[in-house]
């Protein structure tokens, strides 16, 4: 089962409830941090890290004695990465998305692909659970291959939890490609709500079933709870605003070991999860 | 020899536009005929990314040697540079005004990007 933790917002809690749930669960589990650009699960989860593999996208080298300078990959490129001047092709690689298009144009073959580092995929474990994050390389503007190199990782397991960026961008989409749930983690504050609207928007809109977490509940006002009962959304946890979670938080521990009167609100919250997608298999189509 | 100039108008009395890779259109001056030609940049103006790439091709592709214009970034200069165009300085003045002061030396060359490119 594969289950993204998202948001709009960033800073709601996503990380905070994926490494919870992660840690909680029984069976094979997966934690998978695709928060490529600042990924932070593993200072919760602290796992042994074992493998290391860099990653890149292939980005086009120029032959020169076999370009004619006919341009066809230069209006093949619908991402602006290549310009032809004074008879040569100049390839921008920063704004490369690696699709390959301009070296299957190419009519002289003149065009080979070359790998362009733009992150790597670490591998490890805390114990029993499988822990797998992405980190991009400073400098480097796509993270969607990235993300999709971190998922092709994952191994098929009981339970996979993927730990989404913030915001609704392709690199989100990327993530939440192939879940069977996402969960979608807010606040009860206007910026909560605004960002809620536009991920809920945007799972609506990729056929994802999905319900809300509000973290920080007590804090602000109802606008959260009106929402949903007016979008017939499951709200299916509301954690309370606790200094002691904020102080389990700045430590780096996990609130279902360091403060285990939380332990059964989090595993109610996995069987909701669990029992919802089990209903959306059980029901073709829905 | 081609001038190119970075505008958001049609004539040569509308002003120089500062911006260059989301430029409205860039006017090509003959300096032989006395006669220009307009190159819209629509295309670019509304790209996801590398815009100026692109109107640094378009400049290119127009046979300009000269481009004035407000600011230009490191792809679009490297474009120009491989093209051969030589790029001027030129901010809050008419296009002919600028005209005038590229024909009495009076702008500034830029021999290397004055901006900050994107995404990188």
């Known amino acids: 089962m594969k289950i993204a933790i998202a948001s709009g917002k960033g800073g709601t809690g996503k990380t905070t409830l994926a490494v919870n749930l992660a840690a909680l669960g029984e069976g094979a589990i997966v934690y998978a941090d695709c928060d490529v650009e600042e990924p932070n699960g593993h200072l919760f989860l602290n796992p042994k890290i074992t493998v290391s593999e860099e990653v ?61 580092p733009i992150g790597k995929v670490e591998k490890g474990a805390r114990g029993e659970l499988y822990f797998i994050q992405g980190t991009m390389k400073v400098g480097a503007a796509m993270s969607p291959p990235l993300i999709r190199a971190v998922k092709a990782t994952v191994p098929p397991s009981d339970l996979e939890i993927y730990d989404a960026p913030p915001g609704t961008s392709c690199p989100v989409i990327t993530t939440l490609k192939e879940m069977d749930y996402v969960v979608l983690v807010t606040e009860p504050t206007p910026f909560g709500l605004n960002d809620l609207r536009i991920a809920v928007e945007t799972v609506r809109e990729m056929g994802l079933p999905f319900g809300v977490v509000v973290n920080r509940s007590d804090v602000g006002d109802g606008r959260i709870r009106d929402y949903c009962r007016a979008e017939e959304i499951a709200l299916l946890m509301e954690l309370p605003e606790d200094r002691r979670i904020a102080e389990t938080y700045s430590r780096g521990e996990l609130i279902v070991e360091a403060l285990p009167e939380y332990k059964q609100a989090f595993a109610d919250l996995l069987d909701k999860i669990c029992c919802s997608v089990k209903r959306e298999e059980g029901v073709p189509g829905s | 020899m081609k001038i190119a100039f970075t505008s958001s108008g049609k004539t040569l009395e509308d002003a120089l536009c ?11 001056y003959d300096l032989e005929t006395s006669e220009f030609s307009l190159v819209e940049n629509a295309q670019n103006l509304n790209a996801a990314q590398g815009a100026g790439i692109q109107a640094a091709q378009l400049v290119v592709n127009a046979g300009a040697k000269v481009l004035v214009t407000g600011h230009c970034g490191p792809k679009a200069f490297s474009v120009l540079k491989a093209g051969g ?36």
């Open chain 2, 18 to 28: 500062p911006r260059f890779g989301r430029a409205d259109r860039f006017l090509v």
């Open chain 1, 56 to 116: 890149g996208i292939p980005v086009p080298v120029v032959d020169p004695a076999l370009c004619t300078a006919c341009e066809r990959c230069v209006e093949a490129c619908r991402f602006n990465a290549l310009a032809c001047v004074a008879d040569q092709v100049l390839v921008f690689s920063a704004l490369c998305h690696g699709c390959g298009g301009c070296i299957a144009i190419c009519p002289e073959g003149a065009m080979k692909e070359y790998p362009h």
């Open chain 2, 85 to 120: 165009v030589r790029v001027f300085h030129g901010e809050n003045m008419s296009i002919a005004d600028a005209l005038e002061a590229w024909r009495n030396q009076s702008l500034v060359e830029l021999h290397a990007a004055d901006v900050d490119g994107h995404w990188v």
